[in-house]
């Protein structure tokens, strides 16, 4: 009998020996995931400030590598909160660790996103990676760092801190990586301009290792509101969340528990629920043995009394910055954005926003151009998977006129605290029906507009063509007959004319 | 027989032309300075609208009529084609040029009046038709189809160049084409005393070679199959100007027939005009009879033949029991035959024998 050998590993390990997950699946892939998890690190961390982000990223070909060993290195800089000095080995050199694990809408879900790009820069290339940062105070803080992948700890190979003259704020990160850009561009290129279109109020720039620049300029200031961090809703618990609940928890009651740890419960919820679930509401929690906790998980799912969770830990684009956002990326002709009111999904809130465009500079392909989006990022990859897609394309949109030859372009919106990924590498949404009801609902919405416009457009170009049509005839009636009749001066024909001309045109 | 001068009306029906042009453009010029739209009321073409009239022997129009106003948008660019035409007919016919359908439609493009094909063209030069009640040839349009005539008729040319010439329709042996100068010319005199319309050119010339003209006192007209619209206007003239007998023979089937029977009451596709036909023309031959008294050479009728004769049967202008007979017999004996088959009793036979038997026996 062979002999079989357990052992832990670490969780860099762990996504080390399964980086296809987080969507580093080849050179092409790899270089697009990393581009990616750093701009939205640093849309985050400036957003977590409330002010307008500038990312600046680089992407130059490794100084000890020629082009022929798609060795690069990547270089992102924002402008955002920074990374409080001690935090900063941790944050980008141990997986899994980070600030994101509270529910509330943020881009990233895991905190694993950049970190796997580091990591995966190092197994490429085993280069140490750089992180500057600094949060606005009188010190910048340099680390250089590895990842110790079987233990998941940061190495620090380099520290320095410098003076802080010119009070910048916000971090620098750059490392090496394999990789393969010129597969990866049409994605990278398509990346940014989504971004900037969801992101209105943001300055990319991207230079890239052929040393062209890419540059998407905010049109605004105006930012959606932060998202706020909320409490779990009960429908969304499960019985881990519970025990860790009651493990922290200083309330000696189920009345006052269940107000103070979760989402929309009141005294009156609290109460019938209890009453629901034939739970003593003076019970302690602290009490309760593992199987009355499990019950406690089933009765909640079951209960209907508890109001869906509110959306004040959600961070929608809002209509008018997402009506700005696609009139600068896309430059339509047209365009109806519609945000549905906030729903929710196994005690996940959700808002869908959609916009659909027409016209000006979108091609004619055929087809609909498909824009998804989820939390703010752009979603690139598997769009016939995806929710949005599968809505739109079962949608009947003769009913609103419009085929799928116009120049159409449609961007779906979904934010969540929880976006149901079917990946890690975050590419597509699952179909959910609530969700899939929503976007179906906002898609009715905005078609409803565009048929509107299409239809007074069409009208608009028919009551031109029809007055051309007289103004064209009838001097020549008039030129014709004169002549045919043998008089001299043509009969007046501009009242004739003014009157075929109907109201409002 | 003496011969006989008579009274010119070509220029009068110029003049009428003119006139109803003119009013035409008149009517139109008054509604726009009043400030209205300018309309026209026709007779509707449909065929729901063409009756056949047994007193005066042809299809005409009924009484529903259509209105044509420059305030609807689908019927400004036609209305506004009429004037042009109009305008341009009063040109051709004021100028004493003639065009031909194809004319009109490159024509138009000069004036910023594109037509979208040659046949919304023509369609508008049949509503001007029907708008005056005239023909085409009389506003100088003419087809391209051309037939000819031979015979001992004098005839004074009107068109410019050749005012007064006069000229002898049998100075040419293979005949004068009936064309826009033939068609506007006067009748001076004639020996003749009959008219005979033959389909083929073969035989036409057969009978010119064959002297029937002298022979016979006949004018040889040939219609090149279905007679064109000039034509017929022709042999209408002939008969009515000169006091002649028409005579018309054909191939003996149902479409000689039919070439025959246009002459005589029109086509509905005229519903809307009168002098085409002849309505006392005679078709003399080919009939089925002969077929069978003459034992000539046939064909099978084929099935688009048998379909025909039964149109015809039903069609009011068969009606007579004539026709009537000659289409059953037709039927009966499922042959047909040629103008030609006469040759096989020799080249001359048709003009010895078959000609003054028939014209004995239709006369």
Redesign the interface.
């Given at each position: 009998m062979a002999k079989t050998t357990f052992e832990e590993i670490s969780a860099a390990d762990f996504f080390y020996r399964n980086r296809d997950l987080a969507g580093f699946t080849n050179p092409s892939r790899a270089i697009f995931a990393a581009v990616r998890e750093l701009v939205e690190n640093s849309l985050d961390a400036a957003e977590s400030l409330k002010i307008p982000p500038d990312v600046y990223v680089r992407l130059s070909y490794a100084d000890d590598a020629g082009e022929e060993r798609n060795v690069y290195r990547l270089r992102v800089e924002d402008n955002g909160i920074g990374v409080p000095p001690r935090h900063i080995p941790s944050a980008f050199g141990q997986v899994l660790y980070g600030s994101k694990y509270n529910p509330k809408q943020q881009r990233g879900t895991f905190g694993l996103g950049g970190k796997m790009a580091i990591l995966y820069g190092q197994i490429t290339t085993h280069q140490p990676a750089r992180v500057i940062s600094s949060t606005g105070k009188s010190k910048i803080y340099m680390y250089k760092l590895m990842i110790d992948i079987q233990r998941n700890r940061p190495l620090i190979l380099d520290r320095r801190v410098l003076i802080n003259k010119e009070q910048w704020r916000g971090t620098i990160v750059e490392f090496s990586l394999e990789g393969d850009y010129f597969r990866a561009m049409p994605k990278i290129l398509e990346y940014f301009k989504q971004t900037a279109m969801v992101n209105p109020y943001a300055n990319l720039t991207f230079v890239d290792p052929k040393g062209r620049l890419y540059k998407f300029t905010r049109i605004t200031e105006k930012m959606p509101d932060a998202p706020k961090e909320t409490l779990p809703h009960p429908y969304g618990v499960d019985v881990e969340l519970l025990q860790r609940l009651i493990h922290v928890t200083s309330y000696r009651s189920m009345l006052e528990f269940l107000q103070k740890h979760f989402h929309r419960i009141g005294e009156i919820t609290a109460k019938k629920f209890l009453e629901f679930s034939i739970i003593s509401p003076s019970k302690n929690p602290k009490k309760l043995s593992h199987r009355e906790v499990v019950r406690l998980m089933r009765m909640m799912k079951k209960f209907k009394g508890f109001l869906p969770p509110n959306a004040s830990c959600l961070s929608p684009l809002g209509e008018e910055l997402l009506k700005a956002g696609v009139l600068k990326e896309l430059q339509p002709e047209f365009v109806a954005v519609h945000q549905r009111k906030p729903s929710a999904y196994a005690g996940h809130p959700f808002i869908v926003e959609v916009a659909i465009a027409y016209g000006g500079e979108i091609p004619k392909k055929g087809s609909f151009l498909i824009h998804r989006f989820a939390n703010r990022i752009p979603l690139l990859y598997d769009e016939a998977s995806d929710v949005s897609t599968i809505v739109i394309n079962s949608m009947n949109w003769r009913r609103y006129k419009v085929t799928p030859d116009m120049p159409i372009a449609i961007a779906v919106h979904i934010c969540s605290t929880k976006i149901p990924y079917k990946t890690v590498g975050k590419e597509f949404i699952a179909d959910r029906p609530e969700i899939r009801r929503e976007i179906a609902n906002a898609l009715r919405g905005v078609a409803r507009r565009l048929q509107r416009f299409l239809t007074r457009r069409e009208h608009a170009s028919r009551e031109l063509k029809r007055l051309d049509i007289f103004s064209q005839y009838l001097p020549k009636i008039a030129k014709f007959s004169t002549q045919l009749a043998g008089k001299e001066k043509n009969p007046d024909i501009e009242k004739l004319l003014r009157s075929v001309k109907r109201f409002g045109t | 027989m003496e011969p006989r001068k008579h009274k010119s009306i070509i220029m009068e029906r110029k003049k009428g032309v003119l006139t109803s042009?003119?009013a035409?453009?008149?009517k139109?010029?008054e509604q726009?300075?009043m400030?209205?739209?300018?309309s026209i009321e026709m007779p509707s073409r449909s065929t729901e609208n063409i009756y056949y009239d047994p007193q005066v022997r042809q299809y005409i129009l009924g009484d529903r009529k259509v209105r044509r106003n420059?305030?609807n948008?689908r019927h400004?660019?036609p209305?506004?084609q009429l004037?042009?035409t109009?305008?341009f007919s009063?040109e051709l016919t004021s100028q004493r040029k003639t065009s031909t359908l194809r004319d009109v439609y490159y024509s138009a493009q000069a004036?910023?009046?594109k037509f979208k094909d040659q046949q919304e063209s023509n369609n508008i030069i049949t509503d001007l038709e029907t708008v005056l009640g005239f023909s085409r040839e009389d506003f100088n349009i003419f087809p391209e189809e051309r037939s000819a005539v031979f015979g001992d008729l004098t005839i004074e040319y009107t068109v410019p160049g050749y005012e007064g010439k006069t000229l002898n329709l049998t100075s040419h042996p293979d005949g004068v084409m009936i064309g826009p100068a033939l068609t506007s010319s006067e009748f001076v005199n004639t020996t003749a005393d009959k008219v005979i319309a033959i389909e083929k050119g073969g035989l036409f010339t057969r009978f010119v070679e064959e002297n029937v003209h002298k022979k016979f006192n006949a004018i040889l007209v040939l219609t090149s199959g279905q007679a064109p619209r000039a034509t017929r206007h022709f042999i209408r003239r002939l008969t009515r100007e000169l006091d002649l007998p028409a005579y018309i023979f054909t191939d003996g089937d149902p479409w000689g027939m039919h070439i025959a029977m246009v002459i005589i009451s029109g086509s509905a596709n005229a519903a809307h005009l009168r002098e085409l036909t002849t309505p006392d023309a005679k078709w003399s031959g080919v009939w089925a009879t002969d077929i069978v008294n003459y034992k000539l050479p046939t064909d099978p009728l084929d099935e688009v033949d048998i379909k025909r004769l039964h149109e015809l049967q039903r069609d009011p202008r068969y009606k007579d029991p004539l026709w009537q007979r000659e289409i059953k017999i037709f039927l009966k004996i499922g042959r047909k035959a040629e103008q030609e088959a006469f040759s096989r009793y020799g080249l001359t036979y048709i003009v010895d024998e078959y000609l003054p038997a028939k014209l004995e026996e239709t006369s």
């Open positions: - | 042009l003119e035409f453009g008149l139109t010029y726009l300075n400030g209205y739209f300018p420059a305030r948008i400004i660019r209305f506004t004037v042009w109009a305008l009063r004036y910023e009046m």
